[in-house]
């Protein structure tokens, strides 16, 4: 248990359906993050939040959508997804976005299947 | 950008050592971490490296040469609870967000 949760662990989603994903953080950080984890590729980074703004984005397409409402809520939002979109989602906390030393706690993801 | 690279499998046997090597290439080199993660399940810290030389903890210990590009996660007396993959990422101070660049992981497989 690393104080970032993620729900729903799985969801299996056609392409014409929206749906959200959320991650809650319960370590008081400041700056989160959404990662995609595909099969034999390294973990992406898809988007910075850092007090709520967000910092990066790393040109991801605008089917998915990121929300920050707080420095302790995060959600992806989801629509006219690909079945390439089909991955392991897996949203991050840290104490900052700044300091060197920053260690990232992350949560234990979202399966997502896209038919 | 940033390359990382890393072995994409290693097979030890429970009791030995294996050693995880991890290259990068970077222009803004600002710390090294590696991450364990089990199978369907989140990656966990294990050790930073910033300054040249080996970190040790527990069993667990990391080398980092920032001239050469070069780290390695050292696991001793091996667990079959260690089997999982490990991911080296590299900080790139020239990046926003405190952004992380992974390699693709090495799975390692202890055998009894």
């Known amino acids: 248990e690393t104080g970032v949760t993620q729900t729903p662990r799985h969801l299996v989603m056609g392409m014409t359906n929206k749906k959200s994903l959320k991650c809650e953080q319960h370590l008081g950080h400041n700056a989160m993050y959404w990662y995609k984890q595909s099969a034999k590729k390294p973990l992406e980074l898809m988007f910075v939040?850092?007090?709520?703004?967000?910092?990066e984005n790393n040109s991801v397409p605008s089917r998915f959508s990121p929300e920050c409402p707080n420095s302790s809520h995060l959600f992806l939002h989801l629509h006219t997804l690909q079945p390439e979109d089909s991955a392991l989602y897996l949203c991050?906390?840290?104490?900052?976005?700044?300091?060197?030393?920053?260690?990232?706690?992350f949560g234990p993801g979202t399966r997502l299947t896209v038919l | 950008g940033q390359n990382i690279d890393q072995p994409t499998e290693m097979t030890a046997t429970e009791g030995a050592i294996v050693q995880i090597n991890c290259t990068y290439q970077?222009?803004?080199?600002?710390?090294l971490f590696w991450y364990q993660q089990h199978a369907g399940e989140a990656p966990t810290f294990l050790s930073y490296?910033?300054?040249?030389g080996l970190e040790e903890k527990g069993r667990f210990s990391s080398f980092l040469s920032r001239s050469k590009g070069y780290s390695y996660l050292l696991l001793k007396e091996l667990q079959m609870k260690d089997s999982a993959s490990y991911l080296c990422a590299v900080r790139d101070r020239k990046a926003a967000g405190n952004k992380l660049t992974f390699g693709g992981g090495t799975r390692v497989l202890v055998k009894p």
């Open positions: 939040y850092s007090l709520e703004e967000r910092v």
């Open positions: 490296n910033v300054l040249d």
């Open positions: 991050a906390s840290s104490q900052s976005e700044r300091t060197s030393y920053n260690e990232q706690f």
């Open positions: 970077t222009s803004g080199f600002n710390g």
